[in-house]
C-alpha cells in the first residue's frame, strides 16, 4: 500500500493526501423539500462539482466519492435508472471542464451489468483524462467493498494455480496491489455526510487507518465550507497507526 504524504497549506494545516466521501442524504434532502428523490440526486450531482473544485483548491491530491454501490440496485428501478442518467449527464457535461482543470477520472466498481452506454461514457471519461495530474478524482459506481476484496483473492488464486506466486509470498502488499484501487494511496481522510455512522460497504480494505468525520448535514448541502470544516477536524486527531 503506498504511503500517503500529506501536504501542508498555511498557518500549518495539515492537508490529506486523499479523502474519501459516502456522499449521503439526497433523498432526506428531497423530502424535506417536498420534491421528488430525482430532485434530491440531481441536487447531489451540484454538490460533486462543489466539493471537486474545492478539494482542488485545498491541495488535496486524491478524491474518491461513492456514487453508486452494488447493493443500490435494490432500490426501485425507476430510481436506479435515474442514478445512471445522471452518471451520463455528469459525464456529458462536466467532461470538458474537468479535462480542461487537470482532473484525471477514474470509475471504480464492477462493470458487467452497466449498459453498453453507460460504458462508452465511462471508458470516454477515463481515455480523454488519464494522462491529468492535478487532481485525481475517482469514483466508486456499482462498487462494493467486500465484492473488490473477493475479486482481488480470485486473481491472486489464479497466479497461485498457474504458478506465478507462491502462497507464502502472500502479504498485505499483495492483496493491494490487486485491489481496484492500485496505484492510490489508502484514504487519511474518510467523510460521510447525513448524519449516518457506518462504512456502508466502502473502502474496508482501505480505510483501515483512515480517520472518520461523520457530518449531520445532507450531501446536497455539503460545500467548500464543510470540506474545509472536515479537514480542521482531521487536524485535530492524534494517528498514530497502534504506536505510541
Not at 498557518?11 to 428531497?30: E, F, S, T
Not at 480523454?128 to 488464486?157: C, D, M, P
Not at 466502502?202 to 470540506?227: C, G, H, N, R, T
Amino acid at each position: 500500500m503506498l504511503k500517503s504524504k500529506p501536504r501542508t497549506q498555511a498557518k500549518d494545516l495539515v492537508i490529506p493526501r486523499h479523502i474519501a466521501i459516502i456522499m449521503d442524504g439526497n433523498g432526506r434532502w428531497a423530502s424535506k423539500r417536498f420534491l421528488p428523490r430525482k430532485a434530491g440526486h440531481k441536487a447531489g450531482v451540484n454538490a460533486v462539482r462543489k466539493v471537486v473544485r474545492a478539494a482542488g483548491e485545498q491541495g488535496v491530491e486524491f478524491l474518491t466519492l461513492y456514487g453508486f454501490s452494488s447493493e443500490n440496485w435494490k432500490r426501485p428501478a425507476e430510481e436506479v435508472a435515474d442514478l445512471m442518467g445522471l452518471l451520463r449527464h455528469f459525464i456529458r457535461k462536466d467532461l470538458a471542464e474537468l479535462h480542461e482543470n487537470g482532473v484525471k477520472v477514474c470509475i471504480i466498481g464492477e462493470r458487467e451489468e452497466l449498459s453498453d452506454d453507460i460504458l462508452a461514457h465511462i471508458e470516454e471519461a477515463e481515455n480523454l483524462t488519464k494522462n491529468n495530474t492535478a487532481l485525481h478524482l475517482t469514483i466508486a459506481f456499482n462498487y462494493g467493498g467486500h465484492n473488490e476484496i473477493v475479486a482481488a483473492t480470485k486473481r491472486i488464486a489464479r497466479k497461485v494455480a498457474a504458478g506465478e506466486l507462491s502462497p507464502e509470498a502472500i502479504d498485505c502488499e499483495t492483496v493491494a496491489a490487486h485491489l481496484d484501487t492500485f496505484g492510490t494511496p489508502d484514504p487519511e481522510l474518510v467523510i460521510r455526510t447525513s448524519g449516518e455512522k457506518r462504512l456502508s460497504n466502502f473502502l474496508i480494505w482501505q480505510s483501515a487507518y483512515s480517520e472518520f468525520v461523520f457530518m449531520d448535514l445532507l450531501w446536497p448541502d455539503f460545500d467548500d465550507e464543510a470540506l474545509a470544516g472536515a479537514i480542521k477536524d482531521f487536524n485535530e486527531r492524534d494517528r498514530r497507526f497502534g504506536g505510541r
